[in-house]
């Protein structure tokens, strides 16, 4: 049985690749692309969006999402990593609107989600805005969610702290307040953040053998790459990238390669650990507890990396030679 998802996005180039991996897996049925600014703003994350519609034929609806985060002042797009249009230098043509969704994306979902009641994943790979719309305009669409699946935050395991600041990793610091929202209401949440995403890595020979095998798929995965690996040479001293939105798809199509870690969590919202993500353990118990009836949440601490890495490798080859 193939698995509904939206998948909530900012592309982004990790969201192409993210993007590309659930469309080459047969377990997933990708009904939608629902677009968020975050690594690009709204127009151009959606046009991104609109451009892989057409050089791949999805059958994914497109829907327009939030332009700015509910409460803070926005950071502006991430094109020290992204460039300025999200997919590194590559010139994306202007693609035809008239093939977006006519609703915005939060009631995109509360539709889609009232019609398949138990059926739809959310997964989420870009600042979380729209689906706390969502749950604002809708909250009884926690009950009707299958899971929800997020890229975001970090919890200090296996080191990982943060990305945009010393306590905060990107998507939770564009907009810290919905996050805590998502992370509060009673749904099945699962986080898989830097903790895991920065367990596993795209080497540069990874990335070039893999594109040399997979046609046009490979050969858009490898220009759009060109700007990121750039930015992980230059900034980071790395030969290669974190896989860091493809490890949600990889977590919805087998989440046996993940441990999770049960407890309420929480997005500090202010001051110098803005957007940190923190957890309170299931089992514990305090004197002082007002963590005790938040819903229990799931965060990834590890993951088998090179079993990741080959599921990837082996999706995207099969796709892109089955398509010629
Ligand atoms: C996350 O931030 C964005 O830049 C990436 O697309 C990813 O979703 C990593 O921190
Ligand atoms: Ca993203």
Redesign the pocket.
Known sequence: MTRKIILDS?P?I??AMAILFAEANSTIDLMAITTVY??AMIENATNNALFLKKKFNLKADIVKGASKPITKTPVGP?VI??GETGFGDMLIPKQDEALIDSRPAYQYIIDMVKENPGEITLVA??PLTNLALALKAAPEIVNLVKEVVI?GGAFGENGHRG?VTPYA???IHDDPHVADAVFCAPWPVVIIG?DVTQQSFFSTDYLKSLCDQSNEVGEFMWQVNQYYLQFYSKKLNLDGCFV??PSAIAYVINPDLFTLRKGAVRVVTEGPAEAMTIQKLDDIRYPHDEWSDMPSQQVGIAVKDTELLDLFRQDIIDYANNKV
């Open positions: 900012d982004g990790d969201d975050g690594n991430t990593v992204h790979i870009g890229m990305n990793e990107a998507n830097l860091h939105d």
